[in-house]
T-cell receptor, first 115, second 113 residues
Framework: GAVVSQHPSRVICKSGTSVKIECRSL??????MFWYRQFPKQSLMLMAT?????????EQGVEKDKFLINHASLTLSTLTVTSAHPEDSSFYIC???????????FGPGTRLTVL | GNSVTQMEGPVTLSEEAFLTINCTYT??????LFWYVQYPGEGLQLLLK???ADDKGSNKGFEATYRKETTSFHLEKGSVQVSDSAVYFC????????????WGAGTKLIIKP
């Protein structure tokens, strides 16, 4: 299967700062990338879907001005959590699909802790 | 709307026991169905999938059959191992155009030696 990486794997930041998380498809062109949030012992919550070169589509209840998503190339999408607060602390996961693959491939996730 | 319901965990079994994790869904049309697994400290991995009614997905000894009449996709394994301990997620494909998924809550499986 295809490989998706995320960076960083863990980040700790102060309240009020912004944090950028990168998601890369390493060996295929990802026409679509997804960003999820996973709370402890809970399922994945889809935050947004982004197609390369166009604006992301956000799920209901997700603030687009707080969670900025950029999908500028076929191998890279970024999620920026702006003015982070402790309630934004969570596990953020990206996935990608595209090319010859008709399924999503998941990154290992990023643990964000906001102090 | 589309939704997925999984049995609550954790499910605790002894090694070599038979495993069933129930998954039922509601959906318009006939979406593809998936089981994903998340091992401790790792990312989600596709375990198996089925794309149409009566299809059986299988991998690593796990099986699940797409049952349209009962809207179910139960995960089964005949003899579990300690290494199967993980969280299992059932999902359905909301959109075939970009592979968007709707997820169940996940079921934690604990296998004791």
């Amino acid at each position: 299967g295809a490989v998706v990486s995320q960076h960083p794997s863990r980040v700790i930041c102060k309240s009020g700062t912004s944090v950028k998380i990168e998601c890369r498809s390493l060996d295929f062109q990802a026409t679509t990338m997804f960003w999820y949030r996973q709370f402890p012992k809970q399922s994945l919550m889809l935050m947004a879907t982004s197609n390369e070169g166009s604006k992301a589509t956000y799920e209901q209840g997700v603030e687009k001005d707080k969670f900025l998503i950029n999908h500028a190339s076929l191998t890279l999408s970024t999620l920026t959590v702006t003015s982070a607060h402790p309630e934004d602390s969570s596990f953020y996961i990206c996935s990608a699909s595209g090319g010859l693959f008709n399924e999503q491939f998941f990154g290992p996730g990023t643990r964000l802790t906001v102090l | 709307g589309n939704s997925v319901t999984q049995m609550e965990g954790p499910v605790t079994l002894s090694e070599e026991a038979f495993l069933t994790i129930n998954c039922t869904y509601t959906a318009t049309g006939y979406p593809s169905l998936f089981w994903y697994v998340q091992y401790p400290g790792e990312g989600l991995q596709l375990l198996l999938k089925a794309t149409k009614a009566d299809d059986k997905g299988s991998n690593k000894g796990f099986e699940a059959t797409y049952r349209k009449e009962t809207t179910s996709f139960h995960l089964e394994k005949g003899s579990v191992q300690v290494s199967d301990s993980a969280v299992y997620f059932c999902a359905l494909e909301r959109s075939s155009s970009n592979y968007q998924l709707i997820w169940g809550a996940g079921t934690k499986l604990i296998i004791k030696p």
